[in-house]
């Protein structure tokens, strides 16, 4: 794909999603959803839907998973299994495959980044271990946003608190943040360009993912995703 | 052209707030729930409305970029009485620089659906059907994550003078409707429809002949009612397409210009 020679426009996406676990985001799989299991984190700009599929088993657990909008869980089968991703209507194109023990407890998070151009797609798995219940709520950043090396997220009431840093494709740890009302404010490390922002409103003892979606200079969305 | 009362339900949805809709859905929604319902038509100088005006049978052996926007666009403002913004612009190539404005176009506006139809000039410079697939995914992705719906078009047949880019359009209509079911989202096929419409394509009386890319009068008049249909969740494909049509929008019987495909039955 030919890319642009200037773009003076970066599309900073203010709005955010917020779903909790089994709520409706729109657009997503049509499998019933869980409390645990497995979800994707689709944050690939120019990459279609796709599936989660156990291998030898005749569907896919979680279908058409959507650019920064699919959230959910879908159960698992217990024991030792393996997942892939892949694109959806498409089983044998295999984005990705990750052998996991999987039991009733078990929440994996499958981010899906890069892009199909420049990156290539790419693929990590995701331990959803949930810090355990306390008066305040924890996030979490998964950077799946191409065109930062790494950037880094502020959560606080006036955007001005000390930020965490997290490289391209990985996920920081679950760190406390003071229950109520939040601005989330995502800039790409290196020049501290504004990407991603938004006000949300943090539950105590609720757990979250924020994802940074897209790509700088385009498109960037962030994503808060209730983990528990 | 005014919408029949069997369709005024769509605009029931004013009243029940947001929702997200699929292939052969209404898209008519006020998704944003601002109390009206806005779509934009993206694309290029088929979408602005170059060639609007002239009627079948001038001898057109090229077309002027000029004038006002027109086109579909503003057929679909006066048969839906929607508010329908014309955002073609004349030359513009998908993957070069269309995909690219889409951000700007969508992101912060108050548009409730996107209409997207345009690769058209992508074919002139013989842009690969995989780059045009990311292209189109990537609008796909920018739309939906900015919360609205959206209508994907293929392309319609070039012919005569242009014909021979037509092996081109039809790799990337190909595109186009895997696309659509693959996210599903809304589908309107004008390269089917203008095939079963015109199924002599080169003295087709849709286009402009012999330039045979941009549509006459007549031509604008079926690319609305096929767009019209795919907002409104009417398959003109069917058998019954056309009546359904006619039905939705209170046309009289032959009202519409589009022809479904007929039958291998009745050939």
Redesign the interface.
């Known amino acids: 794909?030919?890319l642009?020679v200037v773009?003076s426009?970066a599309?900073l996406?203010g709005?955010f999603s917020l779903v909790a676990c089994g709520g409706g985001g729109?657009?997503g799989s049509t499998e019933s959803s869980s409390a645990t299991g497995v979800r994707v984190l689709h944050a690939a700009?120019?990459?279609?839907?796709v599936d989660v599929v156990v291998t030898g088993s005749p569907a896919p657990v979680a279908r058409?998973a959507?650019?920064?909008?699919d959230n959910r869980y879908h159960a698992l089968p217990s024991g030792a299994i393996n997942l892939q991703l892949t694109r959806?209507?498409t089983p044998a194109t295999v984005i990705g495959s990750f052998p996991v023990t999987a039991d009733s407890e078990s929440k994996f998070s499958i981010l899906l980044y890069g892009d199909?151009?420049t990156f290539g797609l790419r693929t990590t798995l995701l331990a959803d271990e949930t810090p355990s219940q306390s008066s305040s709520a924890h996030v979490r950043v998964v950077d799946g946003v191409t065109g930062a090396a790494a950037i880094v997220v502020n959560f606080s009431a006036d955007s001005g608190g000390e930020g965490v840093e997290v490289a391209f494709g990985q996920a920081g740890e679950y760190l406390p943040v003071a229950a109520g009302p939040v601005k989330i404010r995502a800039s790409r490390a290196a020049d501290a360009r504004a990407i991603a922002s938004s006000s949300v409103t943090l539950e105590p003892g609720r757990a979250y993912t924020y994802l940074v979606?897209?790509e700088v200079d385009?498109?960037v969305?962030g994503v808060l995703l209730a983990d528990n | 052209m005014k919408i029949g009362w069997k369709y005024l339900s769509v605009f029931a949805s004013l009243l029940s707030g947001p929702s997200f809709a699929t292939a052969q859905e209404s898209l008519v929604n006020d998704v944003n729930g601002d109390g009206v319902v806005n779509v934009t038509s993206f694309g290029d100088s088929i979408t602005y409305g170059v060639g609007d005006g002239l009627a079948p049978g001038t001898d057109v052996p090229a077309v002027e970029e000029s004038g006002s926007p027109r086109g579909y666009p503003k057929r679909l403002r006066l048969s839906l009485n929607l508010s329908v913004r014309n955002s073609g612009v004349p030359g513009e190539e998908l993957v070069a620089q269309g995909v690219w404005r889409i951000p700007e176009v969508v992101v912060g506006s108050q548009v409730d659906t996107v209409v997207l139809m345009e690769g058209s000039n992508d074919s002139v410079k013989q842009t690969s059907a995989g780059d045009y697939a990311r292209a189109v995914q990537r609008a796909i992705n920018v739309v939906r994550a900015s919360g609205k719906q959206m209508v994907i078009a293929t392309i319609p047949p070039p012919t005569a003078n242009h014909s021979s880019l037509a092996p081109i359009t039809e790799s990337y209509s190909s595109v186009v409707r895997e696309l659509a079911a693959l996210n599903e989202v809304g589908l309107a096929d004008v390269e089917a429809l203008w095939h079963s419409t015109c199924p002599e394509l080169e003295q087709c009386d849709l286009y402009n002949l012999p330039e045979g890319l941009h549509p006459n009068t007549k031509g604008y008049d079926a690319l609305a009612q096929m767009m019209a249909a795919a907002l409104l969740g009417v398959d003109l494909l069917s058998p019954a397409g056309p009546a359904e049509l006619e039905s939705a929008l209170g046309l009289p019987d032959g009202g519409v210009i589009v022809r479904p495909p007929v039958p291998p039955s009745q050939q």
């Open positions: 794909m030919q642009p773009r426009v599309f996406v709005a729109g657009g700009i120019d990459a279609a839907p058409r959507v650019f920064a909008l959806t209507a199909n151009s979606a897209g385009y498109f969305k």
